[in-house]
Structures are given as C-alpha cells and as structure tokens.
C-alpha cells in the first residue's frame, strides 16, 4: 500500500505557476496517480489523474518521472479561488485497496 | 446528471446515541466508499462497498458499519457515538476501482 507525504502547506501569488510535488516511494507497478482539490466544507473534487509521463487537462498538468516514486501537480497562473487543500492519493487499477489519502497540501493564493 | 447525494446535511447526537447516515451514488455507479475527516486527522478512510459486498475496510473500530443495497445506495452506521466521532463524513462513487472519485458534500456530525 503506497503511503503518500506532501507538504502541508504553500503560499503564492495570483497568476503563479504553482508546483505541488507528491512522494509515493513505494508505488507498485499497477498503482495510478490522482489529484483532488477540496474547498472548505465540500467534498473534493478530482482534479487530474495519471500513470506515467506527463498528463494535462484544462486545469491541470501531472508530471510523473520514470520511477514513478513521486508525481508533481502544476497549477498554472493560479488564482484566488485556487485557495484549497489539495490532495494526491495512489490507487490501484486492478482491485479494491484501501483508499489513504495523505496529509493534503493546503494552498493559499494571495493578491 | 445528479451527483452524489447525502443525507442529512448536519446531525447533532448525543454520547451513546447511534446514528445512520445515507449516501445515493451517481446513477450507474456501483462503489461507494465512506470517509471520516476532522482537522485533526485529515480524510481517513472507513470502507468501500461494490455491488453490495464490502471490498476493504479502514483502521477503525467496530462500532463504525456499513451496508450498501441493491441499488447502490449505501448507509453507514456509528452506534455508542463518542465525543471523538464528531467530523464530516464524506461519502464517494465510482463506477469501478480504477476509476475517479465523485464526491458528495458531507454529513457534519456533531457528538454532545
């Protein structure tokens, strides 16, 4: 079961680029990567999901390096309403395991 | 199409009480998985059904149990509530295991 460590917390500025990295040293071979952002009383939103390589969407990039031990979320030109808990969580495609989310990582985007 | 509905939006209860919160997936969905989150702890996980069958269970006692029905739905039950159960409880689908979570808002308990 791979456990997740993120930061607990980071701070920039509107219209940043912002950079959430995500250690999952023992991510096994069928284990994806995925992204929630959470504002304060909601539930969390998925963001963007990934295996390997780089994913990006609308909203978001994953850059997954070749061991696969860590993935980061780039948020470009972030703004206000990017303030939120951001959490990254590794499952596995071919069963049930247990879903453990990490710390999360709250953001706060100033003025 | 509806999201992920729970019901009640907020619950106050008393120590000792029992309660039973209710979760209706996205239609088509067959997963529900529950979760408890306090400031404390961050979003913990209790357990997952699919078709109507338990697949994993967190790390939480007994008193914490689950069910889901025929129609996916799924009703999570705490009996001799403790000061410590006071969180939100969050309730997700999916349509299978190696798909996105969709979660609902939250149930906020609140243990006097």
């Known amino acids: 079961l791979a456990k997740t460590t993120q930061p607990i917390s980071m701070d920039s500025y509107e219209g940043q680029e912002v950079n959430i990295t995500c250690s999952h040293n023992?991510?096994?071979?069928?284990?994806?990567i995925t992204w929630y952002q959470q504002f304060p009383s909601q539930g969390p939103r998925f963001i963007i999901q990934?295996?390997?390589t780089k994913v990006t969407n609308e909203v978001a990039s994953l850059f997954i390096p070749a061991d696969r031990k860590s993935s980061t979320l780039s948020l470009p030109r972030v703004s206000l309403s990017d303030t939120a808990v951001y959490y990254c969580?590794?499952?596995?495609?071919?069963?049930?395991?247990?879903?453990?989310f990490g710390t999360g990582t709250r953001l706060l985007v100033s003025p | 199409k509806a999201g992920v509905t729970q019901t009640p939006r907020y619950l106050i209860k008393t120590r000792g009480q029992q309660v039973t919160l209710s979760c209706s997936p996205i239609?088509?969905?067959?997963?529900v998985s529950w979760y408890q989150q306090t400031p404390g702890q961050g979003l913990q996980f209790l357990f997952e059904?699919?078709?109507?069958?338990?697949?994993n269970k967190g790390n939480f006692p007994g008193r914490f149990s689950g069910r889901q029905f025929s129609n996916s739905r799924s009703e999570m039950n705490v009996s001799t509530l403790e000061l410590g159960d006071s969180a939100l409880y969050l309730c997700?689908?999916?349509?299978?295991?190696?798909?996105?979570?969709?979660f609902g808002s939250g149930t906020q308990l609140s243990v006097l």
């Open positions: 997700a689908s999916r349509r299978s295991s190696n798909e996105k979570l969709f």
């Open positions: 969580l590794v499952g596995d495609d071919t069963g049930f395991q247990k879903l453990v």
């Open positions: 239609s088509g969905h067959r997963s």
């Open positions: 990934g295996y390997k």
């Open positions: 059904y699919f078709s109507e069958t338990q697949r």
């Open positions: 023992n991510i096994a071979t069928n284990d994806y």
